[in-house]
């Protein structure tokens, strides 16, 4: 049975696990010192909600992490999915859906208008799964500036 929670701090080093493989998974270094202190800080400050999908036996599997914004043509608040991830060897049992599912009553209990994502074009998995979960495929452009 697949069973979603919120992210508490007592489970901070397995999430910062799945955390770090997700970083890895999109070409960053590994940094589990550096994930953990993420982390840390974004559940003390309370300023993104982070769900795991658990196992019984395995406990967290997989995890999304949503970060609040607002759409002011929309007149509400808006959750961006930012992260999703289930270790390679749980795919495929429903993990990301039940995280998705969990998203989306995020949305509806803080009166959101809905969920905002981005992923790769290459992200085949991703890309066949949102659509699947209603998700719809945006035509704008997307830019990025970095302050570096």
Same mark, same amino acid.
């Not at 997700?22 to 982070?50: A, H, M, Q, T």
């Given at each position: 049975?697949?069973?979603?929670? *919120?992210? *508490?701090?007592?489970?901070?080093?397995?999430?910062?696990?799945?955390?770090?493989?997700?970083?890895?998974?999109?070409?960053?270094?590994?940094?589990?010192?550096?994930?953990?202190? #993420?982390?840390?800080?974004?559940?003390?400050? =309370?300023?993104? =909600?982070?769900? &795991?999908?658990?196992?019984?036996?395995?406990?967290?599997?997989?995890?999304?992490?949503? %970060?609040?914004?607002? /759409? /002011?043509?929309?007149?509400?608040?808006?959750?961006?999915?930012?992260?999703?991830?289930?270790?390679?060897?749980?795919?495929?049992?429903?993990?990301?859906?039940?995280?998705?599912?969990?998203? +989306? +009553? &995020?949305? +509806? *209990?803080? %009166?959101?208008?809905?969920? &905002?994502?981005?992923?790769?074009?290459?992200?085949?998995?991703?890309?066949? &799964?949102?659509?699947?979960?209603?998700? *719809?495929?945006?035509?704008?452009? #997307? %830019? #990025?500036?970095?302050?570096?």
């Amino acid at each position: 049975m697949i069973q979603v929670v *919120e992210a *508490e701090l007592n489970l901070l080093e397995e999430i910062a696990a799945l955390f770090d493989a997700y970083r890895v998974w999109y070409r960053k270094p590994s940094d589990l010192e550096g994930s953990k202190l #993420f982390l840390r800080e974004r559940l003390v400050n =309370k300023d993104s =909600k982070i769900y &795991l999908a658990m196992d019984d036996e395995l406990g967290p599997v997989g995890f999304v992490q949503l %970060y609040p914004s607002f /759409s /002011s043509t929309r007149l509400k608040r808006l959750w961006i999915l930012n992260d999703l991830f289930i270790q390679a060897s749980e795919r495929g049992k429903g993990h990301s859906k039940a995280l998705i599912d969990r998203a +989306k +009553k &995020l949305c +509806k *209990e803080t %009166y959101a208008a809905g969920l &905002l994502l981005e992923t790769e074009t290459n992200n085949v998995i991703g890309n066949q &799964l949102y659509p699947a979960v209603g998700f *719809e495929l945006e035509k704008n452009n #997307f %830019y #990025f500036w970095t302050n570096s």
